[in-house]
Structure formats: structure tokens, C-alpha cells
T-cell receptor, first 114, second 113 residues
Framework: EADIYQTPRYLVIGTGKKITLECSQT?????MYWYQQDPGMELHLIHY???????EKGDLSSESTVSRIRTEHFPLTLESARPSHTSQYLC?????????????FGPGTRLLVL | DQQVKQNSPSLSVQEGRISILNCDYT??????FLWYKKYPAEGPTFLIS?????DKNEDGRFTVFLNKSAKHLSLHIVPSQPGDSAVYFC????????????FGKGTLLTVNP
């Protein structure tokens, strides 16, 4: 199983601020993902990466951006936070189990934009 | 258009009894299914998975059943324990090189002592 770390766990910030949510994993997984989840709703994929220098947008449109300069690190940045960005952000990485990939999640960052 | 549906938002069972959580899907390309457990303010924890070549997979108290013809899967927890109280998400993947998970909205399971 993967060790996935996310910081901060909770963040309250004012509108217009730039924020970076950190995600790192120690298992050397190539594939990493960012999801957004609101209470009572499904997880929505907003970004993913298949390796260093690879980033793709997910199924849910997001104003955030990501980078993948190192295998273990996949930060997410919001240039100008807005109240509509309030949500829980979940990072994951994946490994093969048998012939299928399984994603493992970090503890998440709860973001509140005032 | 929800491709993975968990039609029961919540389920309440007594400790020691069986919990059955259901999940339906519409995309016939899905060939790998996973169940995750999530506590509030934490990330989902992987529980158990099943490939479409199987109809049952068991891991301790957790068993997942897959009915491909009905596009339905279920998670059985026996016996249920108060610590099992959490939101359970069903997820599915179409596999291949572009691996992405599609999640249901989750079912809140409450196990009463």
C-alpha cells in the first residue's frame, strides 16, 4: 500500500490568495491523481499524471493547475482562490495489484475560501 | 449522467449483523471494481476489489459480489462492527492504458452497538 502525504490538512484562506496544496508519495508510483469532493457527492477527477513532466486535466473542469517535476511530488496550485473553490481535495497514487491498478489516497486537504 | 450509482444514501444495521451495500453501473466497458471506505475529513481507504472475470472476492469480513449481466455489485460485511461506520464508495474502471476511476456518491453505513 502507498504512503501518501498531503499538507495542509485544513486551510482557511481569503479570496484572491494564491495557494498550493502539497502531495507526496514514497512508493515511487508513476501515476498520481487529484480529486475534488463535496459532502454527499462522488469524487471528481480534476488532474492526473502518468509520470514526470506529464500532466492532464481530469473529467471535472478546474481552475487549478498541477506540476510533476519529481516522481514523488504532485502539487496543486490555485492562483486566486474563490469561495467556489471550497471543497475537499484528495491526492492519490496507483500501483498494480494482479493485472489491475488500484489507487491509494492521501488524507486530503479541506479548503475553505472566505 | 452517472455511470456508477449507489442508490442508498444511508444504511443502518445492528452490530454483529450483515451489512449489504449496493452499487449499479451503466458502462459495459467497466472491468474492474473497487470499494473504498471513508471517514469524515480523511481520504478514502481501499477495501477490496474485483475483476470482471470473477463473480466473488473475499477478504476477511468483506466480500464483494459482481453480477455482470445485471451490472450490479454488492459489498457484504459480516459481522458488522461499530468501527465499520463510515461512507462506502463504489468505484469502477474501464482499464486499459488510460486508467481512471469513476465513483458513486457513497453510502453512509451506521453500525449500532
Amino acid at each position: 500500500e502507498a504512503d501518501i502525504y498531503q499538507t495542509p490538512r485544513y486551510l482557511v484562506i481569503g479570496t484572491g490568495k494564491k495557494i498550493t496544496l502539497e502531495c507526496s508519495q514514497t512508493m515511487g508510483h508513476d501515476k498520481m491523481y487529484w480529486y475534488q469532493q463535496d459532502p454527499g457527492m462522488e469524487l471528481h477527477l480534476i488532474h492526473y499524471s502518468y509520470g514526470v513532466n506529464s500532466t492532464e486535466k481530469g473529467d471535472l473542469s478546474s481552475e487549478s493547475t498541477v506540476s510533476r517535476i519529481r516522481t514523488e511530488h504532485f502539487p496543486l496550485t490555485l492562483e486566486s482562490a474563490r469561495p467556489s473553490h471550497t471543497s475537499q481535495y484528495l491526492c492519490a497514487s496507483s500501483e498494480y495489484r494482479g493485472q489491475q491498478e488500484t489507487q491509494y489516497f492521501g488524507p486530503g486537504t479541506r479548503l475553505l475560501v472566505l | 449522467d452517472q455511470q456508477v450509482k449507489q442508490n442508498s444514501p444511508s444504511l443502518s444495521v445492528q452490530e454483529g449483523r450483515i451489512s449489504i451495500l449496493n452499487c449499479d453501473y451503466t458502462n459495459s466497458m467497466f472491468d474492474y471494481f473497487l470499494w473504498y471506505k471513508k471517514y469524515p475529513a480523511e481520504g478514502p481507504t481501499f477495501l477490496i476489489s474485483i475483476s470482471s472475470i470473477k463473480d466473488k472476492n473475499e477478504d476477511g469480513r468483506f466480500t464483494v459480489f459482481l453480477n455482470k449481466s445485471a451490472k450490479h455489485l454488492s459489498l457484504h460485511i459480516v459481522p458488522s462492527q461499530p468501527g465499520d461506520s463510515a461512507v462506502y464508495f463504489c468505484a469502477a474502471s474501464a482499464g486499459g492504458s488510460n486508467y481512471k476511476l469513476t465513483f458513486g456518491k457513497g453510502t453512509l453505513l451506521t453500525v449500532n452497538p
